[in-house]
């Protein structure tokens, strides 16, 4: 193969910038007005996003009616549909952007495709109906960059995400991909990488934080005859996305980062570890790989500079303690995925036996912008001790849900209200749990904090790998560290007794505490044992598995005593604390809900009041939900 | 438990294909398994006896791996094999409760797979599909924002559609 | 060197000493549960996984395992601050928890780890105890007895199982809660390629691995008058048995053993050592024929020629290399061969019809169970020996006896089956059969007396010990190994056609016998270990005739019954043949 030399990856960028300098001045102009072929474009392009969540919602099918709606039309020569990487606007996927007048559809199906292209691509006309309607000022809002949603979010790590075409190589190259690599093979020595990175200020998004410099550092002296640059991509908190659709957005920024660190600390391999469940980010690393692979930007001899690379990837099987580093090395040698103890250090004795630095994908994606932007510039952003900007999967009771990246040091007030656009259907905010599992649950009074690891971790929670679930009136406390502790003890993987047999027990307890069976001395007995597990378990996974019963036992400590004391479950989740009873002066005895009694436990004559049997009763709310008169009480 | 099944002579073949693939290495268990799988839906005893003896290692070791792991199963799927997000999400949009529907409409606990071999159920973690929470897929097909009462008409329609 | 603080201690140690070695130095005993390390032996796990050993270290936010954090300089430990003796204890309550707690009648009771362990952190109380347990499956096998509800994860049978023995047979299964250490598919021992070695039983801190008791047939043979029992004892069992009565290690009580036996009702007490100087008999001639093939030029000759006295190792090589089975000598086990001889030369002798005579074999060895139950060491079902029962089988009937061990005077065991040389006595330990057999081989090929009767080049606990052996020019090349990876490690070569050794000695069990499976508790202690080795040299300096061939009972045995060694006789009684027991 011929090498690639830095003028031939600049000529690919040049041509590459044509398709997308539209994209972007788009995004940046200000004009509002609407524009198709009729109004005097020549060139449109249409958006499409092909994130997992979209896909969810057929997008593929979008992507194939538009292209086809304009091959009717006969304008397919003039407007290019692009399938992208997540917009990160979830809640209203599917996505599709008009460029050049930045139109932002929103929850566009398959049949939208032709009205959007004979309505808007042709006539200049704007689909009003499927356009963003502000939910305060209830209007129509037809570009992204106006809607709370985006305003306060700070796009590092997902810069290309929703905005290039992520198995277009080149693309990426347009967005200065690569130069990054080029500028550390050509001009830098490995040691001007490292301090780049330190100064820099960047920290591991998987988790606890630890500055990544350091770790580079550490790697870098290790001395031995073959190093590993590993990708952690075992995403696996209940309810976080964002390292999956970094991959599924931007894939080559991945692969640029783990060659820039595989120069920064002496290794030629690669090896990527991502989740099974992962399809579609999988092939899209494939594809990246592949296109790397054909430039010569990873292999022999790379841009020239005698540095050789190459990435392979290897696949986790459904087992969250593999994101866990030791697991993580156990887990691609073939074996059962069980942490051991540190030191010795990954980056001292790692996959095979040699050393090996892992970092998420999150922290690698913000690698190469940090390379060509520069470490004060990264270091310019967030806040004393946490740099840069972090990816949330902002979910749960939230009227935004999506994937949003802000600034470290902003609050959680901001992130929830203003891009998050509040609690959904108008409901009182309760808690915010960050951090997934290893994570706690936040109230009202750390709303105003500004975010970063170490103010979440003093208020109880941590960063984790980014999970933010919005948590309202409706949700027990009690029952969600309960679901937890559920997710824990599946997932551990049963090597130290702390976690193996202290999870289980948790667990037990807050049942029984749901159940109404708890005892004032099982609220004692939570802390007593949580600390311990806490500070004796081998690995992070259990030395962070209580948090969210320590957290929920700080901060909402009267609803547990209310439901060991008074049996009562305020947000009505627990099943055993509560009561279905028919209003009788509400039903009309329409039958609704003893069709859908599953345990036949509801009586009543048509037209008659009905009567629910508290014996037979499995407290499945079938019948609340299939009442439409709201004649169900629930105490 | 895995019933006693004897291999195809062909599928011995393939899956002893697989492990000369990956060289034979112990290291690439989980890639020969992966593939394994993919060629059968699970892994019977038999395919991980010939994988244990071609990687040379004890077959207590590929079995501990086999069953450390959620995503291998010795158990075939169903037809259409169900799973309900219990991410953190879907679970405070309430996807426990599309669970339990399911549970009660097919009888069958998670892991299980149904009598006629039409669905199986499993529970995940996250499909990132958080915006049309609680979801559940069935086969390739995702279904969001479910509530209990929808359950029944949708399993009804995906057997009547076989 | 690095200095450090352990509670009111400074201590001085080398770089990558552990807090829990270091501490040992100035008496502070950590508790540990799941770590053991059997020094100068492979047998070593450190999975840091019980946390029970946890220390609090200044500085560090959490506890730390002290099996498994290194020291530092400067480093100050707390070995016992209530942060660490509440930690302690809420762990050992969680084990608890999922534990049976069923001590009183548990076989392993007082001589149980966890059991010591919660007595020293004086857990009085359950407080988790009302929650699920994990449910395992259990198993009795001719040999091993699995209860896996007392499991307590600590993984020292996964570990000896794997990497001492390379067996494999067991392994962890399943994740989280749940998970077990078990074979494969939720088969039993007796369908996997379990050895029976039963090192698995030997480290287990529990009684969650214990050995299949025969104590109830026993007494019941015993108590029948129509029955006439003998044993015979295993040269490995008198210099540990009393470790059991709070004897030091090594301490030999082979007169009072004799008796205990004959007072709990055996109707004669005859000696294994006289069934392996039988063996080197055999085994010796079989060398010598072997080599005398060699020389002559025969390319067909199958060397090295094999021990096969372990039926451990017997069991090993016939289902992981029965290709090679043609190289073990066909000698049986010394256990067996005297149950042979018993069975017929001596049965006939005092007119016992077979039926009548039980033959008990006192044993270090768990596989020597399993061994009686081969179809091959049968007459017309009958077994040559009908049960083994472990030194510590041995201890616990002598208890139930209501007989005062300390205080028994010494008997002599019985003739002709009660005579023995030096070179039966080290069978016990490794290098002790190969050192037997040079003894014999050295004599019989040179013709001549040995010049120094002991073989130090083969002595030691090494894994793997090779020497040369000067026969008048000819060099002998002998290697001994124990542990079964290391047996997989000579066979390996073996097969690659890389092995230049004439013979080879093969023990299952680290040290041999001396670390058998049926042997007193060592409890990780590997000086009770060298203190049994140390016995058996003893012993067969302290003895009149020190060579197989000079055992006069013996000579008798071959002059009256027998006739030559390889004999037709012989090779009837006393020899075997091995199977592909290949598990497919």
């Not at chain 1, 967005?175 to 330190?198: F, M, N």
């Not at chain 3, 009149?544 to 000079?550: A, M």
Request: hydrophobic share 35%; proline share 4%.
């Amino acid at each position: 193969m011929k090498t690639l030399h830095i003028e031939d990856l600049n000529k690919i960028r040049e041509k590459a910038q044509a398709a997308l300098v539209l994209r972007e001045q788009s995004d940046s102009a200000s004009s509002e007005q609407s524009c198709g072929l009729a109004c005097g474009a020549k060139h449109m392009q249409l958006l499409c996003c092909g994130g997992t969540g979209c896909k969810a919602s057929s997008s593929h099918k979008i992507v194939e009616n538009l292209q086809k709606a304009l091959e009717a039309n006969g304008v397919a020569d003039k407007v290019e549909v692009v399938t992208t990487g997540c917009f990160g606007f979830c809640e209203k996927g599917p996505i599709v952007k008009v460029i050049p007048d930045n139109t932002f559809y929103t929850q566009v199906k398959p049949e939208d495709a032709e009205e959007i292209v004979k309505s808007h691509i042709i006539d200049g006309k704007r689909v009003e109906r499927l356009l963003y309607v502000d939910p305060k000022t209830k209007q129509h809002v037809s570009d992204s960059k106006h809607m709370d949603f985006y305003r306060k979010q700070v796009r590092i790590a997902l810069r290309n995400c929703g905005l290039i075409d992520p198995e277009n190589i080149d693309e990426y190259i347009a967005r200065d991909g690569y130069q990054g690599l080029a500028k550390c093979l050509l001009e830098l020595k490995p040691e001007d990488v490292i301090d780049i990175v330190s100064q820099s200020g960047l920290r591991g998004r998987g988790g606890a934080g630890f500055p990544a410099g350091s770790k580079w550092k550490h790697a870098l002296a290790a001395k031995a005859e073959k190093k590993y640059v590993v990708c952690n991509a075992d995403e696996g908190d209940p309810g976080a996305f964002m390292d999956r659709s970094i991959m599924e957005g931007d894939p080559n920024s991945v692969v640029e980062a783990m060659a820039i660190c595989g120069y920064a600390t002496g290794s030629n391999y690669g090896l990527i570890y991502i989740r099974a469940e992962y399809p579609l980010a999988v092939s899209r690393l494939r594809v990246a790989i592949a296109q790397a692979r054909k430039y010569g930007l990873l292999g022999k001899n790379i841009l020239g500079s005698g540095f050789n690379f190459d990435i392979e990837i290897r696949y986790g099987a459904g087992a969250f303690v593999c994101g866990e580093a030791t697991a993580l090395v156990h887990s691609m040698e073939g074996k059962r995925g069980e942490p051991r103890m540190k030191p010795p250090h990954l980056t001292d004795l790692g996959y095979m036996g040699y050393p090996t630095n892992v970092n998420n994908v999150e922290t690698l994606a913000n690698v190469p912008i940090i390379m060509t932007k520069g470490a004060e510039w990264f270091a310019s952003i967030g806040t004393e001790k946490s740099k840069g900007t972090k990816v949330f999967a902002l979910a749960g009771k939230i009227n935004n849900v999506g994937l949003i990246e802000v600034p470290m040091g902003t609050t959680l007030r901001e992130i929830i209200y203003e891009i998050g656009g509040g609690v959904k259907d108008g409901k009182k905010f309760k808690a915010v749990q960050t951090g997934g599992p290893s994570g706690g649950c936040l109230t009202e009074k750390h709303l105003d904090i500004p975010i970063d690891y170490e103010s979440l971790k003093e208020a109880g929670s941590m960063m984790g790998s980014g999970g933010m679930i919005v948590m309202d009136e409706d949700d027990c406390m009690v029952s969600v560290a309960k679901f937890y502790l559920d997710f824990t003890v599946n997932e551990s993987c049963g090597k130290c007794t702390p976690c193996r047999i202290g999870n289980k027990r948790l667990y037990e307890i807050l049942t029984r505490i749901t159940e109404g069976k708890g005892t004032p001395e099982d609220l004692e007995t939570l802390k007593r044992l949580s600390e311990v597990i806490k500070e004796t378990s081998l690995c992070g996974l259990g030395q962070s598995s209580p948090n969210p019963v320590l957290s929920t036992l700080a901060n909402f400590y009267e609803e547990y005593v209310e439901h060991v004391k008074q049996h009562k479950c305020r947000a009505k989740q627990c099943k055993a604390l509560l009561t279905y009873a028919v209003m009788p002066d509400k039903c009309k005895g329409c039958g609704a809900c003893k069709r859908g009694c599953p345990a036949n436990a509801i009586m009543g004559d048509v037209r008659k009041p009905h009567v629910i049997d508290p014996y037979k009763c499995i407290r499945c709310g079938m019948c609340k939900s299939h009442c439409k008169f709201n004649a169900i009480h629930v105490s | 438990m895995a019933k006693e099944i004897k291999l195809a002579c062909n599928v011995i073949e393939q899956v002893e294909a697989i492990c000369d693939k990956y060289g034979n290495q112990p290291g690439e268990l989980i890639n020969v398994l992966h593939e394994a799988q993919s060629l059968h839906g699970y892994l019977p005893e038999e395919m991980q006896r010939i994988i244990a003896r071609k990687l040379h290692i004890p077959v207590s070791k590929v079995y501990g791996v086999v069953t450390f792991y959620s995503f291998f199963t010795m158990t075939p799927k169903g037809k259409h094999p169900i799973s309900v997000c219990l991410g953190t999400a879907c679970y405070v949009r309430g996807s426990e409760g599309l669970l339990e529907e399911i549970k009660r409409v097919l009888n069958i606990e998670v892991g299980e797979t149904t009598p006629d071999g039409k669905f199986s159920l499993d529970c995940l973690r996250c499909v990132g599909a958080c915006g049309l929470a609680p979801v559940v897929t069935i086969g390739d097909k995702v279904y969001g924002r479910l509530q209990p009462k929808d359950i029944k008409k949708i399993l009804d329609e995906v057997a009547a559609n076989d | 060197m690095i200095t450090l603080t352990i509670d009111r201690h400074v201590v001085v140690v080398p770089a990558n000493t552990t807090i829990l070695e270091a501490a040992k130095t100035v008496s502070v005993e950590i508790p540990t549960l799941c770590h053991i390390d059997l020094e100068g032996t492979c047998v070593k796990s450190n999975p840091a996984s019980c946390r029970l050993c946890v220390v609090e270290v200044e500085g560090r936010g959490n506890l730390m395992p002290a099996c498994a954090t290194q020291c530092r300089q400067g480093m100050v430990v707390h070995t016992s601050s209530p942060r660490v003796l509440r930690a302690r204890k809420t762990v050992a309550e969680l084990i608890l928890s999922d534990h049976p707690n069923d001590c009183l009648t548990c076989s392993k009771c007082s001589d149980c780890e966890l059991q010591r362990l919660v007595r020293r952190l004086n857990c009085r109380v359950m407080p988790y105890n009302d929650g699920e347990h994990s449910l395992r499956k259990n198993e009795v096998t001719d040999a091993i007895v699995r209860d896996m509800n007392k499991c307590i994860y600590c993984r020292r049978c996964e570990s000896v199982c794997n990497e001492v023995q390379s067996v494999g047979a067991l392994g962890a299964v399943g994740r989280g809660f749940t998970t077990t250490i078990a074979p494969a598919f939720g088969k039993m021992l007796g369908e996997t390629n379990c050895t029976y070695c039963g090192q698995c039983v030997a480290v287990c801190p529990v009684g969650a691995l214990t050995e299949r008791d025969y104590a109830e047939e026993l007494i019941r043979d015993i108590t029948s008058p129509d029955k006439i029992v003998i044993a015979q004892t295993a040269p490995a069992v008198r210099y540990a048995l009393g470790e059991e009565f709070g004897l030091k290690p090594g301490a030999s009580v082979t007169g009072k053993m004799v008796t205990a036996l004959k007072d709990m009702g055996f109707d004669y007490v005859f000696d294994t050592d006289f069934g392996a100087d039988m063996t080197i008999m055999e085994e010796g001639a079989e060398i010598l024929d072997r080599l005398k093939k060699f020389l002559a030029g025969d390319k067909n000759v199958k060397l090295p020629i094999m021990t096969s006295c372990c039926p451990a190792w017997v069991n090993f090589f016939e289902h992981e290399y029965p290709d090679l089975r043609e190289y073990p000598s066909t000698a049986k086990s010394p256990a067996q061969m005297f149950g042979a001889v018993a069975k017929t030369y001596w049965a006939d002798k005092m007119g016992i019809p077979r039926d009548k005579l039980v033959v008990v074999s006192v044993m270090p060895c768990l596989a020597k169970k399993y061994e009686c139950s081969r179809d091959e060491f049968k007459v017309n079902g009958n077994p040559d020996v009908d049960y083994s029962i472990t030194t510590r089988e041995l201890a616990a009937l002598i208890r139930r006896s209501n007989i005062n061990f300390d205080s028994l005077p010494d008997s002599d065991y019985d003739k002709p089956l009660g005579e023995s040389t030096g070179a039966a006595a080290i069978f016990g330990t490794t290098g002790g059969v190969m050192e037997a057999a040079l003894r014999t081989v050295y004599e019989e090929y040179m013709g001549k007396q040995l010049p120094r009767i002991e073989f130090d080049q083969v002595r030691g606990l090494e894994g793997f010990r090779e020497a040369t052996i000067d026969l008048d020019g000819f060099e002998l090349k002998v290697c001994v190994v124990h542990t079964l990876s290391n047996a997989r490690m000579v066979m390996d070569k073996l097969r690659a056609g890389e092995l230049n050794y004439h013979v080879v000695e093969v023990m299952a069990c680290p040290g041999g016998c001396i670390g058998g499976a049926g042997q007193p508790y060592h409890h990780g202690d590997s000086s009770v270990l060298r203190a049994r080795q140390r016995a058996a040299y003893a012993e067969d300096a302290g003895k009149h005739l020190r060579k197989s061939h000079e055992n006069p009972d013996i000579q008798k045995l071959y002059a009256e019954f027998l006739g030559k060694p390889l004999g037709e006789k012989a090779h009837h009684l006393l020899h075997t043949h091995y199977f592909d027991k290949t598990i497919h």
